[in-house]
């Protein structure tokens, strides 16, 4: 066996594991403001269509109804 000097380990945190978490951080940070940019625009398009369709159940209600014709005295 190999004599070895009994050099004692350093605890400082590396740099390259340092840039790996920070790295996934950035990936974890993108796929969640990704996907609630998604499901916000969901979110959305969902309201806008309930809201399109009170209005036009809104302006249909509004709408005089079409006059009753005379029953002819003949």
Known sequence: ???T???PRSNKISTK????IAGWAII???IVAGAG???GY?????????TSAAVKDALK???????????SKN
């Open 42 to 50: 969901q979110y959305r398009a969902s309201e806008q269509a309930k």
């Open 5 to 7: 000097p009994n050099v």
């Open 17 to 20: 594991f340092i840039l790996g």
């Open 28 to 30: 974890a940070t993108a």
């Open 61 to 71: 209600a509004a709408q005089p109804a079409p006059a009753v014709a005379e029953a």
């Open 1 to 3: 066996m190999a004599n």
């Open 37 to 39: 940019f998604y499901f």
